[in-house]
């Protein structure tokens, strides 16, 4: 979790660069893009920045709350566990990029998941969307494994070099551990599959919730190493919802997956600007949030872009 100070902070940077606009305005805009054209720029450019490095595939998804936008495509009904409730939202499968190299975090694809209600003969699972993001993936970078939560850990989506949680309808057994007793019955949990894997089992404080992490290739640290890679997601998704990723009111579902998109180019622009912080606005930065206010006063309100830029 973000701190709740540097969260604050990061919300009131952020949308200090973000004007006033006519929301109408925005809508138009929206029906100008063709989203898969988008998507084939934004993976050119990210081609092009991540070369041949190692990439660790990142997958997980989020939920974009509309309430009262029943007049939306594909909204529905999701359970939020933040809230301990159902919100009405869209709910996108998400992706990120770990450049292993250079220690370097994208955000991905983006695809909207529909309950079966709503996509008819269309319905696809959130795994099999996953499949179909990861594919892309594989197919323009240099894929050295996939990190995802427990509920993409089936082995339909995992295949080789994956890092996962454990659910907890799975079963584990353990060489040399001996039979199941009452002392150690909380070990082991019901599996639908046989993987080999690596089994870490995390347990901080008996007061909160064991967890299992697995690995077909990795053990030890390298494995925990890998796992934290992963709430590099958590981070864009809060970072990108301040960037205004929900605030769409387009009625077709292409909506969200246009904005989506748009935020993922900004995001990505906003943290190379940031790693090149010192050249462009005198002063390392550590947040997006940071950035976006740097930005607006330095490059915008001062009008110094030209120098800060092109210097040299």
Same mark, same amino acid.
């Given at each position: 979790m973000i701190p709740p100070e540097i969260r604050r902070k990061s919300i009131s940077n952020i949308s200090s660069l973000v004007s006033e606009y006519d929301q109408s305005t925005i809508n138009r805009a929206f029906h100008g893009v063709d989203p898969q054209t988008l998507d084939r720029n934004y993976i050119a450019f990210l081609k092009s920045v991540i070369g041949k490095h190692r990439v660790q595939f990142i997958g997980d998804d989020t939920l974009l709350e509309h309430p009262g936008s029943k007049v939306m495509e594909s909204v529905g009904w999701f359970y939020d566990r933040k809230k301990g409730s159902s919100v009405l939202a869209h709910q996108p499968v998400t992706s990120c990029l770990y450049d292993m190299d250079a220690h370097e975090f994208y955000p991905f694809l983006f695809r909207l998941y529909r309950k079966r209600d709503d996509s008819g003969d269309e319905f696809r699972t959130k795994i099999e969307i996953m499949g179909e993001i990861f594919k892309i993936a594989q197919d323009n970078f240099n894929i050295a494994g996939k990190v995802v939560d427990s509920w993409y850990s089936s082995f339909k989506f995992l295949g080789n070099n994956f890092v996962t949680e454990m659910k907890s309808n799975r079963k584990a057994s353990f060489e040399n551990l001996g039979k199941m007793t009452k002392k150690n019955s909380d070990l082991f949990l019901t599996m639908d599959e046989i993987l080999e894997s690596t089994f870490l089992f995390l347990d901080r404080d008996s007061e909160i919730l &064991?967890?299992?992490? =697995?690995?077909?290739? +990795?053990? *030890?640290?390298?494995?925990? $190493?890998?796992? $934290?890679?992963?709430? @590099?997601?958590?981070?864009?998704? $809060?970072? #990108? &919802?301040? +960037? *205004? +990723? =929900? /605030?769409?009111? =387009?009625?077709? @579902? /292409? !909506?969200? +997956?246009?904005? #989506? !998109?748009i935020t993922s180019v900004a995001y990505a622009l906003l943290s190379m600007m940031m790693r090149a912080s010192k050249r462009l606005f005198g002063k390392a930065l550590k947040t997006i949030g940071e950035c976006s206010r740097a930005i607006k006063e330095t490059l915008i309100l001062k009008r110094d872009y030209k120098s800060r830029l092109f210097s040299g």
């Open positions: &064991k967890k299992f992490l =697995v690995s077909d290739y +990795l053990d *030890g640290d390298q494995l925990i $190493n890998v796992w $934290n890679i992963r709430w @590099s997601i958590e981070t864009f998704h $809060n970072d #990108a &919802k301040d +960037l *205004g +990723l =929900v /605030e769409y009111q =387009v009625r077709d @579902s /292409e !909506g969200p +997956l246009i904005q #989506a !998109g």
